[in-house]
């Protein structure tokens, strides 16, 4: 039981109820002398300053009334700044002492310092911006996708070497149509910086209208369009681009595989066998199909977005809207590379999109619960998808109007036929396989068109894929499916070889819109080599896991180091098996006439491949050229090679006047074994043309 306190009984020096003569807290009292309060005269307890023992000088901490106390007794008094000690003994101003006593004032009872305080660390300095700035920039620099991009971007430069020995002279495999893409891409960038409206009606095929969409535009490269101006700037463009292709590729399939469950060293065997396969080294001339990694890297972005993965199934909680979005512009991106890679890979977003929402609604109605989705997530999907779309709508319509006006530019199926690969062509190696290219040597001969039937993906990939299927981290149903993916793209990538495409490729050719532009069916292997290198991921992973687990069981954890390096194994294989001897001609100069040369102009002779040459010569200004090169040959063009067979002649000269041709180059390095041999020094002045010998070339001006 408690006692009673101060403020029920008369106070010594006054309380709150019973005012002290020096001044308590409802009246405080004045100093005669100095006009002060009592408790600055006397501390509270009427003393002088010069009565106040040492120790209260000491720590001057004398108050004035109405202030608060800063220091604290160390037995816990409460006063009127929230002090306590150990009893309930109230003070006028609140404080309760341990004797009971009531204090005057409101003075804190004074606390000795710690003595050891001086002994005590420093406080750590707060660092500096420089400080905090490296260790963000070293945090990135070892960041997983920091290192993926570089590993892939080194990877890239040494497989593809020599491509950056000499950028600005030679091209990878031969120099048509890496000609005819390096104009591409110096065509649209320059366009859309002068002129955006004249996109699609280039300045190659005068006086053809919507010349650009002739074949597949590569114009998601436009940005890089914009610099440089001339034949060697698009070429060392081309090169640059041949090679970041390859490391998007690699990186890309790294993230899918990785998005999807596998561990570091599966998703890279993924990637590098994606990107390396050897029947890719085939198609080192055409990049729009080496242009391949935003197919995986949309699907990966997409997969993340949707917190979905095939490892570990659908996690609501890692769904974010900012992939989303992400991976369909990526994907956009990609479909404007070129519909010979794009279209399918449209098709299979359309495909992948019904599927998944016909297992929406399946499991809704099983469960009586609707799967976790968000609002958010869905606008994403509608925006992300009708932009996708709209982008194909628009890179669709300029070849919708070149097949009307050229409507026997349109393939047959007998077109199909003759790229169509037998099965021996998927055990079969390009020539530019260093590994497999000359032991193969026979079986090319034996295939009809070689350069597009020979589709190896590497017999390391084949060996971890078949592995796969029996030992992996994905689940059996997912490996069935990867496996069925793998047989059935095969079949469509054997065109009309497989029971005459009936079932496979004939059905898509009459019935699905674009695919009948698509002549190449062995390009669909591509799809192929990634289902495969997503099995061989699976069981490099579990390797590399089952690894991991031994090493921990071991005491002590020898050979650990031995056995994870082992693991690098697969894709030291792997990446052995891409290497390439691919050749790297060197680029014919730019004739001196077509640097001045004034459009419209013809250069003779005129033929598919050298017109590809002709359309890289005129990156420098752009002049329009009745040459040009592409899948097709405009029965207009067919018409001017012919004629011009007899040039320089009336009937020639009145014909290209009538096309509106200004200026005639023919080309001295290439007229043995034309007629041109002949006439080439013939006088023209009764035709009223004239005749200028400019280097190696003679400039005729209509």
Not at 37 to 46: I, L, P
Request: aromatic content about 10%.
């Amino acid at each position: 039981m408690v006692g009673p306190t101060k403020a029920d009984a008369p106070a010594k020096a006054g309380t709150a109820d019973a005012p002290a003569k020096t001044g308590t807290a409802d009246a405080p009292a004045k100093d005669d002398e100095a006009g002060r309060t009592a408790d600055d005269v006397a501390g509270g307890n009427g003393s002088s300053p010069s009565a106040r023992p040492r120790w209260w000088r000491w720590a001057g901490k004398g108050k004035r009334a109405g202030e608060t106390a800063s220091l604290v007794k160390t037995d816990g008094a409460t006063t009127t700044d929230g002090a306590t000690t150990t009893d309930g003994a109230t003070t006028t101003d609140g404080a309760t002492t341990t004797d009971g006593a009531t204090k005057t004032d409101g003075d804190a009872v004074p606390v000795e310092p710690d003595r050891w305080e001086a002994f005590a660390s420093a406080p750590e300095p707060r660092p500096s911006i420089v400080t905090r700035s490296g260790r963000a920039v070293g945090r990135f620099l070892i960041h997983e996708w920091t290192l993926a991009s570089l590993c892939s971007l080194a990877l890239a430069v040494l497989m593809t070497w020599p491509t950056l020995r000499y950028p600005r002279y030679t091209l990878p495999q031969d120099y048509w149509d890496p000609s005819l893409q390096a104009w591409q891409m110096a065509w649209s960038g320059h366009i859309l910086l002068a002129d955006p409206a004249r996109l699609w009606q280039s300045n190659t095929f005068f006086p053809e209208l919507w010349s650009f969409a002739f074949s597949d535009t590569l114009l998601g490269y436009a940005p890089a369009g914009m610099f440089g101006s001339g034949p060697e700037d698009a070429v060392l463009r081309y090169n640059i681009m041949f090679v970041l292709a390859h490391a998007l590729a690699t990186l890309g399939a790294y993230a899918l595989a990785r998005q999807l469950g596998a561990g570091r060293i599966g998703a890279a065997v993924a990637g590098v066998s994606y990107t390396y396969a050897p029947w890719l080294l085939a198609q080192a001339g055409h990049l729009h199909v080496l242009s391949n990694g935003g197919i995986p890297l949309a699907l990966a972005m997409l997969a993340r977005g949707h917190g979905w993965s095939l490892r570990h199934g659908y996690r609501p909680e890692r769904r974010h809207d900012g992939w989303v979005y992400a991976g369909w512009l990526v994907a956009a991106w990609q479909l404007s590379l070129g519909f010979g890679i794009g279209l399918p890979f449209a098709y299979f977003l359309a495909g992948a999109v019904l599927v998944a929402v016909v297992l929406f609604y399946a499991r809704r109605l099983r469960t009586r619960q609707a799967v976790p989705f968000g609002r958010r997530l869905f606008v994403a999907d509608l925006l992300g998808g009708l932009f996708f779309a709209g982008v194909g709508l628009l890179m669709a319509y300029p070849f919708f109007q070149v097949t009307k006006l050229h409507p026997y530019a349109e393939r047959t199926i007998a077109d199909i036929g003759i790229f169509s690969p037998p099965a021996s062509g998927f055990v079969t190696a390009p020539a530019e396989s260093r590994i497999w290219g000359g032991l193969h040597e026979g079986a090319r001969a034996a295939l009809p068109w070689h350069p597009e039937m020979t589709l190896l993906p590497g017999f390391v990939l084949y060996a971890l894929a078949l592995g796969g299927l029996f030992f992996s981290v994905w689940r059996l149903r997912h490996r069935l499916l990867l496996l069925a993916g793998v047989l059935v793209t095969m079949a469509f990538a054997m065109g009309t070889r497989f029971f005459d495409g009936a079932v496979t490729y004939v059905p898509l050719f009459e019935h699905v819109p674009g695919w009948s532009a698509l002549r190449t069916p062995g390009r669909l292997m591509l799809w192929t080599t990634l289902l495969l290198g997503l099995l061989a991921a699976g069981a490099v992973t579990a390797l590399t896991d089952r690894v991991r687990e031994l090493t921990a069981q071991r005491i002590p954890s020898w050979p650990g180091p031995w056995l994870r390096m082992a693991t690098l194994l697969p894709l030291l294989l792997v990446t052995v098996e891409g290497l390439n001897s691919t050749p790297h001609p060197v680029v014919p100069t730019q004739p001196a006439a077509m640097r001045s040369a004034q459009g419209p102009l013809l250069v003779l002779p005129s033929n598919q491949s050298l017109d590809q040459h002709v359309m890289l010569w005129s990156t420098s200004g752009f002049p329009d050229v009745v040459n040009g090169g592409s899948g097709f040959t405009p029965r207009q063009l067919d018409d001017v090679r012919r004629v011009s067979q007899s040039f320089p002649d009336k009937t020639s000269v009145d014909y290209l006047r009538l096309f509106g041709v200004r200026t005639v180059v023919l080309l001295r390095g290439q007229v043995p074994g034309t007629p041109w041999e002949i006439t080439i020094d013939t006088p023209v002045e009764s035709l009223g043309i004239t005749r200028e010998d400019v280097g190696d070339a003679v400039v005729y001006r209509l």
